[in-house]
């Protein structure tokens, strides 16, 4: 698990895509955690940026519900991955690929509108 986290970690920095805070409780250490850190702002610790928080319905970051966001789930993604749905290019599946299918935000978003009743915050990645 450790070094799925640590790949998933690794191929966002290389991509230069922002990523998510591993949930509380995940096998990730906190050591490990501020490791990846300071890595992905450049070697300046972003104890100043508050972390992703996984604990609403709605996946800020990624502008998805969070049970579905395979972008901060490394479960979800591996379900994803099984079946064939995988966007190799951004790292994420193809059906939740807003880089390669624009779309798709506007699915995602109607559903926050419907629960909601006002437009999702814009993702951020």
Same mark, same amino acid.
């Given at each position: 698990?450790?070094?799925?986290?640590?790949?998933?970690?690794?191929?966002?920095?290389?991509?230069?895509?922002?990523?998510?805070?591993?949930?509380?409780?995940?096998?990730?250490?906190?050591?490990?955690?501020?490791?990846?850190?300071?890595?992905?702002?450049?070697?300046? &610790? *972003?104890?100043?940026?508050?972390?992703?928080?996984?604990? $609403?319905? #709605? +996946?800020?970051? @990624?502008?998805? =519900?969070?049970?579905?966001?395979?972008?901060? &789930? *490394?479960?979800?993604?591996?379900?994803?991955?099984?079946? $064939?749905? #995988? +966007?190799?290019? @951004?790292?994420? =599946?193809?059906?939740?690929?807003?880089?390669?299918?624009?779309?798709?935000?506007?699915?995602?978003?109607?559903?926050?509108?419907?629960?909601?009743?006002?437009?999702? =915050?814009?993702?951020?990645?």
């Amino acid at each position: 698990m450790l070094k799925t986290v640590t790949l998933t970690a690794t191929l966002m920095l290389v991509a230069g895509l922002p990523g998510c805070t591993p949930q509380p409780g995940s096998e990730v250490s906190k050591a490990s955690q501020a490791d990846t850190a300071t890595a992905s702002s450049g070697g300046k &610790s *972003s104890a100043s940026k508050p972390a992703h928080d996984h604990s $609403g319905w #709605w +996946c800020n970051e @990624h502008g998805m =519900p969070e049970e579905v966001c395979a972008q901060c &789930s *490394s479960k979800v993604a591996k379900e994803f991955q099984k079946k $064939g749905d #995988w +966007c190799q290019d @951004h790292n994420r =599946p193809d059906t939740q690929c807003f880089l390669c299918h624009p779309e798709l935000e506007s699915k995602f978003a109607a559903q926050y509108e419907a629960k909601y009743g006002k437009k999702p =915050p814009k993702p951020q990645g």
